[in-house]
């Protein structure tokens, strides 16, 4: 009973400690919750202004018609397909990546690690560039892609393979702690009672894991949608053809059009926010079914 009186008033002291720590006084809390507001809105409120407001600056008319011209619907149409195609193929290999280190003792481990964190550590530009030496006309394969007639570089597939690389990290790297914090037990015992390795994966991997999963997906699209460095090197700059939407903002400003560059902007800036915005509702929705959306830390 002493023992048990002195862990008690142990642990007691701990939270004690932790509360006097982690305590601050009214003015401290009400200065760094301005400080972080005024950050707010000098780098994310007044840019979001500024660009609605230029957008919007000649009237509804000239926005919408902006909106409406063939090069810019091309741009979204880019887009759009560019994302369709990167998120699902990041999606496959994020999913089956994460699993196999999470799960799986193998060599090359660190290997694979280490090569899925590569296009944090790269230049956009940079990838863009190692494309262009690999598929470009001049490039290790271009001789032989051009006598077999398949265009990748300044064509869609570059565009789309650049956007890949530079996202395929961010299902993996979001499920990967996930995983590793959920352990094998839950599968071990799925396996041992007669499961295939699918039906372990859909009934009890993809249920513990669909917070974290569609969290990555979301930050994925949202890299996709947004990307330009690499797709800048690799797409040639077509208008019409080749030019996603940020690249056809850029474009437009340099010829000082900047009700259209300021339209296709709010544009893109307005997907931006829905996709934040369903980043928050899954924060929410995971917080709410108390299950771990990033893993234990």
């Known amino acids: 009973m ?15 400690q932790r509360k006097i720590a982690t305590h601050e006084s009214k003015g401290v809390t009400l200065a760094l919750i301005l400080l972080a507001l005024g950050y707010l809105v000098l780098f994310l409120g007044m840019p979001l202004y500024a660009v609605f407001y230029q957008a919007f600056s000649k009237g509804w008319d000239l926005y919408w018609e902006a909106l409406k011209e063939p090069d810019a619907w091309s741009a979204v ?23 196999a280190i999470a799960k799986f003792e193998f060599k090359g481990k660190s290997l694979l690690i280490t090569l899925i964190d590569l296009p944090f550590a790269v230049s956009p530009v ?17 001789p032989w892609l051009m006598e077999h007639d ?28 996930l ?38 997906v979301i930050l994925c699209n949202a890299r996709a949608m947004g990307e330009f460095g690499a797709v800048s090197v690799v797409s040639g700059h077509i208008r019409g053809l080749t030019n996603t939407m940020p690249l056809h903002v850029e474009i437009l400003y340099n010829e000082y059009n900047f009700v259209a560059a300021f339209a296709v902007a709010s544009l893109l800036a307005l997907l931006a926010l829905v996709t934040l ?5 899954v924060e929410w929705q995971a917080r709410r079914s108390g299950e771990p959306l990033h893993g234990a830390h």
Do not use: C
């Open 77 to 99: 149409k880019l887009t759009l397909i560019t994302a369709a195609i990167a998120v699902p193929a990041n999606l496959v290999f994020g999913i089956a990546a994460a699993w």
């Open 150 to 177: 398949i265009k990748l570089i300044f064509a869609v597939p570059g565009i789309v393979l650049a956007t890949i690389f530079v996202t395929f990290p961010f299902i993996a790297r979001e499920l990967i702690p």
């Open 179 to 216: 995983m590793q914090a959920q352990g094998k037990d839950e599968e071990e015992a799925a396996v041992s009672l007669g499961a295939s390795g699918w039906q372990t994966f859909w009934r009890v991997t993809l249920p513990n894991i669909k917070w974290g999963l569609l969290y990555g």
């Open 277 to 281: 915005g369903f980043k928050s509702l």
């Open 2 to 16: 002493v023992e048990q009186s002195e862990r008690g008033t142990l642990m007691s002291g701990h939270s004690l």
């Open 126 to 142: 940079v990838s863009g560039l190692i494309y262009v030496l690999l598929f470009g006309a001049q490039g290790w394969f271009g």
